[in-house]
């Protein structure tokens, strides 16, 4: 009885850790929502798909099982990030982390690679653009694998701190990283090198982002700027063996999302698991646990926004960091979200 009323004890603690910052988030999500996808909040809430859980490890501990979907050997900057938060801390005695990794993407050559590399044949100090813009790590790992940093004379905006770093560590300076990791803050906020003539940016992307940078600096009024697009690299899903279709549909909780590839890839395998690939996409949807029954913890807005444009979850069951995309933000929104998977258990079961 002593064990149980700690354990009460801990998880109203946890309770009021989070449930201010769950509430904010939600609200946003739904406020988003509203925006973007054409629901209505009685439809948002008309059958909830958020996971049930494990059952607790140890008589005072609840288990909460989280999977890490960024491509292989990319996870462990989350994996570190998540095991070091100092919630994590205050929770050990009430929750236990399960951290699983389970790539759902792989890199592969983008058909403009050849295209770039003949570029930086041509003219290595890429001196013809005012900008080369880089998106995200792989990106800077596909452009550093090309351009040589001794002979590159232009400038780079880099999307984030992340991709700042990964560019850095390869001897390239970074001149702009906007105040929002994401492509509509850096197009909006790009200053341009030449007011009164033409800005050229060369862009190298992937093949499945959006057209929301070359879109935004092509909008702009107060200068003038023309996208190079080349598409240097690709992201393509990786096939759950069946041990892990297994664990996806059984034990995790909640899904670790960096990217909108990663969100598709992690329903293509459900739809595998639950043996519902041939049906069409309104039926798959409306199949019970057709997210894996897992919480969704996005990087940022855009993947947020392809988790609730899939039809497979509610926005209440969607978290992401509003202000602060990128590793901190999503650690957070980790946090919270796990703070809800609990307090939806001890009440739909009565304690854990």
Request: aromatic share 8%; hydrophobic share 35%; charged share 20%.
């Amino acid at each position: 009885m002593k064990t149980h009323s700690l354990l009460i004890l801990g998880y109203l603690f946890t309770v009021a850790v989070f449930s201010v910052s769950a509430f904010s988030l939600q609200h946003r999500s739904l406020s988003f929502s509203s925006r973007c996808h054409p629901l209505t909040i009685s439809q948002l809430h008309s059958s909830s798909t958020t996971s049930s859980t494990d059952a607790p490890t140890q008589s005072n501990t609840f288990t909460v099982t989280i999977a890490l979907t960024r491509e292989d050997g990319k996870n462990d900057k989350l994996q570190e990030a998540i095991m070091k938060h100092p919630t994590k801390k205050i929770l050990e005695s009430s929750m236990n982390l399960k951290v699983i990794e389970m790539p759902c993407i792989q890199h592969a050559d983008g058909p403009g690679l050849d295209a770039f590399r003949q570029l930086a044949q041509d003219d290595p100090s890429f001196a013809k653009y005012q900008y080369v813009i880089i998106t995200s790590p792989e990106s800077a790992n596909v452009f550093g694998s090309v351009v040589n940093p001794n002979t590159f004379a232009s400038k780079i905006a880099a999307v984030g701190k992340a991709t700042k770093v990964a560019l850095s560590k390869q001897g390239f300076q970074v001149d702009f990283v906007p105040s929002k990791a994401d492509g509509e803050t850096l197009g909006d906020e790009l200053p341009p090198l030449r007011e009164m003539g033409l800005n050229n940016i060369l862009y190298s992307a992937s093949v499945k982002a959006a057209n929301t940078i070359q879109d935004k600096l092509e909008k702009r009024k107060d200068a003038s700027f023309r996208v190079h697009r080349l598409n240097t690299y690709d992201t393509v899903p990786v096939i759950f063996t069946q041990e892990q279709l297994t664990t996806a549909m059984d034990n995790v909780q909640v899904a670790c999302f960096g990217s909108p590839t990663a969100v598709d890839a992690w329903i293509g395998n459900i739809d595998r698991a639950l043996g519902i690939q041939e049906l069409d996409e309104e039926e798959r949807k409306k199949t019970p646990g057709s997210n894996g029954n897992a919480i969704a913890v996005c990087i940022g807005t855009t993947t947020a926004k392809r988790c609730l444009e899939s039809g497979r979850w509610h926005a209440q069951d969607i978290y992401y960091p509003v202000k602060n995309p990128g590793l901190e933000g999503w650690v957070d929104s980790c946090f919270t979200a796990f703070g809800d998977v609990m307090e939806r258990s001890f009440w739909s079961t009565g304690g854990f």
